[in-house]
């Protein structure tokens, strides 16, 4: 069964530097998210990515993050000079968008981020 | 903006009993979605629920939508050691891709 895959599985930074995550959505899938979780909380949406650009974003992704789909398979998010309070796991989702708000969303395994 | 709350927090169940988390949203959902995430995991779904009032089972799961498509609640029959995870609701309002989880309900089984 297709999946979705993240990379890296954790990523330790230090505190200022610039860390980028990425994702490789299931690959007939049109639209693409980012949610993070910090520990022991509840799943929080960032961003969703269609046609290339932004659709919709919470108030979390502010202008310290960006999302890009650099080629035909990746998608990746950005954060600029990393906080402590970045710490979480970082989970990338993608649907096929057929189903509008309707479709299942599949996650990725996730990436820890830790910030030191 | 949306709010999705989910109750209990935590659960803790002798094997075998039943089992029951609750999930309330501030505004009229246009689908409802139930995941699961065991310890280290990443979300799972489970099921989607779009139809008011609409009822799903899952062999020993059982989903209900409310009618005024503003509360949820998961229902599992005879838990086993296997149901131990966190099961999160998360909905989406009409037109949007945004999906608003609830806080999940930690289930623990204990043998």
């Known amino acids: 069964e297709p999946e979705v895959t993240q990379t890296p599985s954790h990523q330790v930074t230090q505190m200022g530097q610039e860390v980028i995550l990425r994702c490789v959505p299931i690959?007939?899938?049109?639209?693409f998210y980012w949610y993070r979780q910090i520990l022991g909380q509840k799943v929080e949406f960032l961003v969703s990515f269609y046609n290339n650009e932004i659709s919709e974003k919470s108030e979390i992704f502010d202008d310290q993050f960006s999302v890009e789909r650099p080629d035909g398979s990746n998608f990746t998010l950005k954060i600029r000079s990393t906080k402590l309070e970045d710490s979480a796991m970082y989970f990338c989702?993608?649907?096929?968008?057929?189903?509008?708000?309707?479709?299942?969303?599949?996650f990725g395994p996730g990436t820890r981020l830790t910030v030191l | 903006g949306q709010q999705v709350m989910q109750i209990p927090q935590y659960q803790h169940v002798q094997e075998g009993e039943d089992f029951t988390t609750y999930c309330n949203s501030s505004t009229t959902l246009s689908n409802i979605q139930w995941y699961k995430q065991r310890p280290g995991g990443h979300p799972v779904f489970l099921i989607q629920?779009?139809?008011?009032?609409e009822v799903k089972k899952q062999k020993r799961l059982t989903f209900q939508f409310g009618e005024a498509k503003k509360n949820s609640s998961l229902h599992i029959t005879a838990t086993q050691t296997t149901d131990v995870g966190t099961y999160f609701c998360a909905g989406a309002g009409a037109g949007s891709y945004q999906l608003t989880f609830g806080k999940g309900t930690k289930l623990s089984v204990i043998p």
């Open positions: 989702a993608s649907t096929n968008g057929r189903g509008g708000s309707t479709d299942t969303q599949y």
């Open positions: 629920l779009v139809k008011s009032g």
């Open positions: 690959s007939n899938h049109l639209y």
